[in-house]
């Protein structure tokens, strides 16, 4: 079929089932822009390209769908970057499609030309630059096919501006043909078997879960791990929904502010089974004792990942939904687990003092909203069912914490880039993307701001988004390093809070309130989550609660700081 | 210690620099990386020596391997295989030393590529260590600069590196 390269694109995106796109026009992209205005193809207007490809990233890890962001050459692509290195550090699948100045022009310094081929290197899974009509639909058909399959992750598109307006003959290839793509599905089925035989020998292993299993979808088969062998569990940041925090197997967050037991047990257990983990510093601290008495064993599907922080001495390649469905097999099938589980009886006992012993826990302090009994609220009156959106920081781990979350996809928040703005626009995307569902935005007043723009965007498509705004005044994370090693020496954290949060809500068009008493915090969630459209609740929290237990950056895991009660 | 690598990549615009890119970005320690054509149009070999203890190394090759662009890496330094660099030198040779150049240049078996009245480039193909000896031996007669290719490797026997 005869058609412009723009038309092309639009046609593109319909063959993959793309249901919205995320993004904001610009000089490069008007052919494109017009080609969805002529298709009326869905599209979210954010204020800024920053909000568009938080929001996109929101969607994916809120659908487990590939998110869609168009942006114009130049600025509009230089101010994707952060998104995309965020989406990128926590696998997350995007289709990035950027507007490029005209062949002619490109690598003269023209009006409006940045190089972002070259300055999303680094930080794509893979990365293309259409200077021929013809070659768009195979380009669009691998982008999607390279973000969303083996290790997810971010692709972009840069399209030269003559590229939309040329006529090209459209067809979209069933298959893709990459020489040098071949994502891993199926591994070694005796590596399976081995790690059986060491399962069944094990007193004291560790079941260790990340954000791998939220991305595969396997869920399920963590679940039926835990219950099958009777293993304990710990997760990273990025795995938690996985398997509920109320299960009594589930014994918390591990690493920097995990919990005392998490920690305890990755010290001093014999078997650590990680799946679908990074070994990220945050999780390992001092990474030359981390886990120091255990053998290593490393579920994922890259192998790039197996040895890159923490020595592995059992690794299983492969698609989750393959390796733990094999293992499964092989446990029902060779394995006395009735026995396995009664082999677990003086470590869980173990693991159950640690966890009495030094539980999750905060001081109230009378007459001052506490953010831990915030987000413990927000938890109860959603019952754990809602899609908790964070910020990055305090705000982020206090939401970690104190929320119970019960399901996959249900936590978003940027693990390892760490990105502050990401709340809110990532809470409009997911709410895109679950219209019935409950979002709620838990950020602070630092990085409320970063993207305040799109309280613009939220209002305009009554997006029911609520926002609770932990407000402490202040840097609140980096104000914590201050206090605990830089000798109270507040180095511009302070952000003096000149800005009525509420007022600035209401003037793009959603409505807000403000809690400045304990006794109003439970009144004011309840209303805030009943009303029909979006809110944003300016929370006025202590500007020097910390997050607590913490170990410091360096230490071992069991060397942690306790706070709380 | 020292491996070096095989690495077939597709033809295409961009690809250099995402081999380029990732290795600075993981701070992996390259000694020389030489770039052609090969007998396929659409593939490039990429030749890469890099200094590496083992886990390092297979970081190397699985960070490596999975670019998109890239089809096969094969690690050629166990192997038997023949590896080569090519050098130019050009050394300062008046008529009172020239003679004696040539000899040096004799005994390493490299070749006069260009000579004039102050100057002569000496070719060199070798192993690293034979192209730093002839460099350390025409140091006495003032080097004005050297342009070396980094090393390319090839298996011996039949079987291509695609095939490895």
């Known amino acids: 079929m005869r058609m412009t390269g723009a038309q092309a694109v639009v046609e593109s995106l319909k063959k993959e089932g793309v249901e919205i796109i995320f993004g904001y026009p610009g000089g490069a992209v008007l052919t494109l822009y017009d080609a969805l205005y002529e298709s009326e193809y869905p599209h979210i207007l954010t204020r800024h390209e920053q909000g568009a490809i938080h929001a996109a990233d929101g969607y994916a890890r809120a659908t487990g769908k590939p998110g869609v962001v168009m942006a114009t050459s130049g600025p509009g692509a230089t101010n994707l970057v952060t998104g995309i290195a965020t ?93 040098g793509y071949h994502p891993l599905y199926e591994g070694d089925e005796g590596v399976l078997e081995r790690l059986a035989v060491e399962m ?42 996985a398997v509920p925090d109320d299960h009594p197997l589930h014994f918390g967050l591990v690493g920097m502010h995990g919990t005392y037991a998490a920690n305890m047990a990755t010290t001093e257990c014999e078997l650590l089974i990680g799946i679908g983990v990074r070994f990220d510093d945050r999780v390992t601290g001092l990474l030359e004792q981390f886990a120091p008495k255990a053998k290593v064993v490393h579920f994922d599907i890259d192998a790039a990942e197996i040895n890159k922080n923490v020595r592995t001495d ?41 966890r009495s012993e030094n539980p999750l826990s905060y001081e109230a302090r009378a007459g001052q909203v506490m953010p831990q009994a915030v987000i413990e609220i927000v938890d109860e009156l959603t019952q754990g069912d809602a899609v908790i959106v964070t910020d990055v920081g305090q705000n982020q781990m206090w939401a970690a914490q104190f ?3 019960k399901n996959p ?75 605990m090693f830089y000798g109270g020496r507040y180095a511009h954290t302070n952000l003096e809070g000149r800005t009525d949060l509420v007022k600035l809500a209401e003037a793009m068009g959603v409505p807000g309130m403000r809690v400045t008493q304990p006794d109003e915090v439970r009144r004011t969630l309840q209303e805030a989550l009943a009303m029909p459209g979006p809110v944003l609740v300016d929370f006025r929290i202590p500007s020097d609660e910390d997050v607590m237990p913490m170990v410091p950056g360096g230490a071992r895991l069991d060397q942690m700081v306790m706070g709380g009660k | 210690m020292k491996h070096t690598l095989a690495v077939l990549v597709e033809n295409r615009p961009g690809v250099l620099t995402h081999i380029s890119g990732l290795i600075s970005r993981r701070a992996f320690n390259i000694e020389s990386i030489a770039a052609g054509y090969t007998e396929e149009a659409d593939t490039t070999r990429i030749t890469v020596v890099v200094e590496a203890d083992e886990i390092e190394l297979e970081q190397v090759v699985n960070q490596l391997s999975k670019l998109v662009d890239v089809i096969k890496i ?37 070749k006069i590529v260009d000579v004039n009245r102050e100057t002569m480039v ?21 080097i004005i600069e050297i342009v070396r290719t980094g090393k390319i490797a090839l298996s ?5 590196a695609k095939e490895l």
């Open chain 1, 409 to 483: 996809r249900s936590w978003l928040t940027s693990g390892g880039l760490g990105t502050m703005g990401y709340g809110l626009p990532a809470g409009l995307g997911a709410q895109v993307g679950c219209p019935h569902k409950k979002v709620v935005v838990i950020t602070g007043d630092g990085g409320l701001m970063m993207n305040c723009q799109e309280l613009d965007t939220v209002a305009k498509f009554s997006l029911p988004v609520k926002i609770m705004v932990l407000n402490n005044q202040v840097l609140g994370m980096v104000a914590q390093w201050q206090r």
């Open chain 1, 87 to 179: 989406a990128y550090m926590d696998s997350i699948p995007l289709v990035v499609i950027t507007g490029q100045v005209a062949v002619s022009l490109i690598g003269r310094d023209s009006f409006q030309e940045a190089d972002i081929r070259g300055i999303t290197t680094p930080i794509t899974k893979h990365n293309y630059l259409v200077k021929k009509g013809d070659e768009l639909p195979k380009v669009l058909k691998e982008a999607f096919h390279i973000a969303m399959t083996g290790r997810p992750g971010p692709v972009v598109v840069d399209i030269a501006k003559d590229v939309f307006a040329a006529e090209i003959d459209f067809y979209y290839p069933e298959k893709v043909e990459l020489r």
């Open chain 2, 122 to 142: 000496i070719e060199l193909t070798g192993e690293e260590t034979k192209i730093d000896a002839l460099c350390e031996v025409l140091h006495e007669y003032g």
């Open chain 1, 200 to 241: 069944e020998k094990t007193r004291k292993p560790v079941l260790f879960v990340g954000g791998g299993v939220n991305l595969s979808d396997t869920a399920p088969e963590v679940r039926a791990l835990v219950e099958l062998t009777g293993f304990p569990l710990i997760t990273s940041l990025m795995g938690l929904g």
């Open chain 2, 156 to 160: 011996r026997g039949p079987i291509p």
């Open chain 1, 403 to 405: 929320y119970h979350f």
């Open chain 2, 74 to 110: 094969t690690d050629l330094t166990a192997m038997d295989a023949i590896h080569r660099e090519l050098a130019l030198i050009k050394v300062k040779a008046s008529v009172e030393t020239r003679s004696d150049i040539v000899d040096i240049v004799d005994i390493f078996r490299a």
């Open chain 1, 314 to 354: 059992i690794r299983v390649l492969g698609h989750l939904k393959w390796s733990l469905s094999k293992l499964l097999d092989i446990l029902r099938d060779k394995c006395d687990c009735e026995a396995l589980q009664e082999q677990m009886r003086p470590w869980l006992s173990q693991l159950n003092d640690w």
